[in-house]
């Protein structure tokens, strides 16, 4: 079992920074990729960001490119993303997850096994 909390959220003007953090408890060996993902009101949940345990390798989602930034604290199993000049559209609530079994679909929610409650994310124009 793993366990996410994440924290970080809140409403910020465009063109401002947020950080998110993601902490992970319970069997944090046994997790091969944490990613970032959001749902906006209406829409269906889209992968934003993910990184291979160890911080190898990462993948972004052209829509937070350049702007977005997954990074990771092995030592304290916490997971952070750096949002830079956020936009109206960034709107959404953000969910940390976790996924045991390299999924195929690094964007694909199905591909994780364990989520987080979510952190409001709100940007105003």
């Known amino acids: 079992q793993v366990q996410l909390v994440e924290s970080g959220g809140g409403s910020v003007q465009a063109g401002g920074s947020l950080r998110l953090s993601c902490a992970a408890s319970?069997?944090?060996?046994?997790?091969?990729?944490m990613g970032w993902f959001r749902q906006a009101p209406g829409k269906e949940r889209e992968g934003v960001t993910t990184?291979?345990?160890?911080?190898?390798?990462?993948y972004v989602a052209d829509s937070v490119k350049g702007r977005f930034t997954i990074s990771q604290d092995s030592a304290k199993n916490t997971l952070y993303l750096e949002m830079k000049n956020l936009r109206p559209e960034d709107t959404a609530m953000y969910y940390c997850?976790?996924?045991?079994?390299?999924?195929?679909?690094?964007?694909?929610?199905?591909?994780?096994?364990?989520w987080g409650q979510g952190t409001q994310v709100t940007v105003s124009s």
């Open positions: 997850a976790a996924d045991l079994n390299f999924g195929a679909l690094w964007f694909n929610p199905s591909d994780y096994n364990y």
């Open positions: 990184c291979y345990n160890g911080g190898d390798s990462t």
């Open positions: 319970g069997d944090t060996s046994s997790i091969r990729r």
